[in-house]
């Protein structure tokens, strides 16, 4: 028979053999699948935006998407992006594109309804992407920004939603210039 303390010193040993496992499992799997959360913050002034002369002026609410294929931070907008086509598509709203110059990727099959702006007058000068620029009905910039602050962006946390809202019935929107704290990645074409 054994006796109680070796049986209470076996069960600790046990236990400590199993939390040093645990413990090294925990620390490989955060270190190869979890990467920390870098803020970033960035000033986004849309004095410099313009629309290609055959979208300016007065007609339909216009959302224009800045993205970078390389940049992670797109992966967390895209379904938010494309559940706002759903809801704000019918109701007047057009959905553009711009991607970074010199970059090469495609828009999930879920965006494909985005039209492609491929120069947008003052796009060079934004500083950071993923943003959102937005044209109300009489052609003026309402908008321009990041789609939320923090990691993601979903309709719990978006600045976008609010301002199509306001747009679409109608009220004057005037928020061209924004900072926010988030996951963004550089624009211009010298950053790296």
């Known amino acids: ?14 236990a400590l053999i199993c939390a040093g496992v645990l ?20 000033v986004f002034s849309g004095d410099p935006l313009r629309l290609p002369d055959n979208l300016a002026g007065p007609g339909n609410i216009r ?16 379904q938010h992006l494309s559940e706002m ?5 019918p109701r007047g709203v057009e959905f ?11 828009l ?18 934004i500083p950071a992407s993923p943003a959102v620029a937005i044209w109300d009905r009489s052609g003026k910039l309402a908008y321009f920004g990041p789609y939320s602050e923090g990691l993601t962006c979903n309709s719990s946390n978006s600045f976008i939603e609010p301002i199509l809202h306001a747009l679409t019935e109608d009220r004057p929107v005037n928020a061209t210039h924004t900072l926010a704290v988030g996951c963004y990645c550089p624009w211009p074409a010298d950053a790296k």
């Open 108 to 125: 999930p099959a879920t965006l494909a309804s985005l039209k492609t702006i491929i120069v947008l007058p003052g796009a060079e000068q």
């Open 1 to 14: 028979m054994r006796s109680p303390y070796r049986t209470a010193l076996f069960a600790s040993l046990l």
């Open 63 to 78: 959302l224009v998407h800045f993205w970078d294929p390389a940049c992670p931070c797109n992966v967390g907008n895209q």
């Open 96 to 106: 553009f594109a711009v991607q970074k110059p010199g970059s090469h990727g495609q």
């Open 85 to 89: 086509v759903e809801q704000f598509g």
């Open 23 to 42: 413990w090294a499992a925990y620390d490989w799997f955060q270190g190869r699948y979890l990467r920390a959360f870098s803020e970033h913050t960035a």
